[in-house]
């Protein structure tokens, strides 16, 4: 009997995991430690100096970007940021709404997207620091699941573990009634 309390027990625990509809995960402006965990692989270089700490993010409309302060893990603001890659020049554009950056030139888009590893090249001039920054980008197929049906999939796998977990837990009541019925006949 505390063999089955404790499976019902288990399988009701397997329930609770992170919710799915988080607001955050494809709003490319977001701080980084909101967007880590997205529906699939967001591409991404870190880089940093002995003044600044930047970490981009490939999404499919942009190229986010943010900056911190090396010394004190402060965000670096209203800075002028200048990405290359290949000859192909964009300025970042500032949001001070979420204190990020944000490139969105087509060209440099395209060139991103496309599999392989990207060499970047980060100007940054704030005030009278300038710094230049390198890191490499590394982009990859898409994943057999998101091709077989993008976001689809990790839906199918849901719905499987829902059943597993129904199934379950039909099962653990099923011999809980049952040993009932056992003990009191």
Not at 18 to 41: C, F, N
Not at 72 to 96: Q, R, T, W
Not at 105 to 124: C, N, R, T, V, W
Request: glycine share 8%.
């Amino acid at each position: 009997m505390k063999k089955m309390i404790f499976m019902l027990a288990m399988l009701c625990a397997a329930q609770v995991h992170a919710h799915g509809g988080d607001e955050h995960k494809d709003h490319a402006h977001a701080a980084p430690s909101t967007v880590l965990e997205t529906a699939s692989p967001v591409p991404t270089l870190r880089t940093e100096s002995e003044q600044f700490e930047l970490v981009a993010r490939l999404y499919p409309d942009e190229l986010g970007i943010y900056i911190d302060r090396w010394a004190s893990n402060v965000p670096l603001l209203n800075a002028e940021v200048e990405v290359e890659l290949n000859g192909i020049k964009a300025m970042a554009k500032f949001h001070a709404d979420h204190g990020d950056y944000a490139v969105n030139d087509p060209a440099l888009l395209k060139a991103l997207h496309a599999e392989g590893e990207h060499a970047l090249m980060f100007s940054i001039v704030a005030g009278e620091e300038v710094d230049l920054l390198t890191g490499e980008l590394h982009v990859h197929a898409a994943s057999a699941m998101e091709a077989l049906g993008g976001k689809g999939g990790n839906r199918l796998l849901i719905v499987a573990f829902a059943a597993l977990i129904l199934i379950g837990c039909g099962l653990a009541v099923y011999h809980l009634l049952r040993a009932r019925k056992e003990k009191s006949a």
